[in-house]
């Protein structure tokens, strides 16, 4: 079924080559800071689940920001960045990676007060900041391969092939545990 809305973000679509999304109060210069919350340096005030009027992009890079959207709206989302950038750009997702989080914040046999830190700790995972969705390395790539993209790359925090996608994080970052990464960073293309 066609959504108006959607159809009429297309119609109206600006050429841009850097999109950010959910970008909250970090306003990246030279890309266009795109939040539904018109935090300081919010260059566009769009929900992004509704689509992106936006063609012809070369990379876009969100941090912290799928894990905040329903797992349905994020593949939506995905499809919506694959249309929108134009041949050859680039996604760049980073994410909680949900193997870290069960990997360091979960046993099934601990002491009886740890059992309890753990179910609290689990559950606010899940739910706390406003998490929708937490991601896992397959799942990701399953979803990006699902959306359209052919080639999805594991990334380390801060770094990149590409330049442009460079030094981009800002959010803190925990040990890896039993060898999970705590941030998941993807770039598909
Ligand atoms: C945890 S914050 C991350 C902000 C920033 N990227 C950072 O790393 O600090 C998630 C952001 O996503 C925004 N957000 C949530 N749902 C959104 C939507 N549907 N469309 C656009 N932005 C959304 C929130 O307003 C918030 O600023």
């Known amino acids: ?14 050429p841009t080559e850097r999109l950010h999304l959910g970008s909250g109060s970090v306003a990246l210069p030279g890309w266009i800071n795109i939040d539904n919350q018109p935090y300081p340096g919010v260059d566009r005030v769009v929900d992004v689940t509704q ?34 950038l134009r041949d050859g750009g680039v996604l760049r997702l980073s994410t ?23 179910c609290f700790a689990m559950n606010r995972a899940f739910r706390g900041w406003g998490h929708q969705f937490l991601w896992n390395l397959a799942t990701l790539s399953a979803a990006l391969h699902d959306a359209g993209f052919k080639r999805v790359v594991r990334c380390e925090y801060g770094q990149s092939e590409h330049a442009e996608l460079r030094g981009l994080e800002q959010h803190e970052t925990n040990e890896d ?10 770039e598909a293309s």
């Open 51 to 84: 689509g992106l009027p936006f063609r012809d992009a070369r990379f876009i890079f969100a941090e912290h920001f799928i894990e905040h959207i329903r797992y349905e709206d994020a593949r939506v989302l995905l499809a919506e960045c694959r249309r929108v």
């Open 1 to 14: 079924m066609i959504d108006p809305l959607r159809l009429a973000s297309r119609i109206e679509a600006e």
């Open 96 to 118: 909680p990676n949900l193997d870290w989080v069960w990997a360091s914040h979960y046993r099934t046999v601990l002491t009886p007060d740890l059992e309890v830190l753990a």
């Open 177 to 186: 545990y039993e060898g999970h990464s705590h941030i998941l960073i993807v």
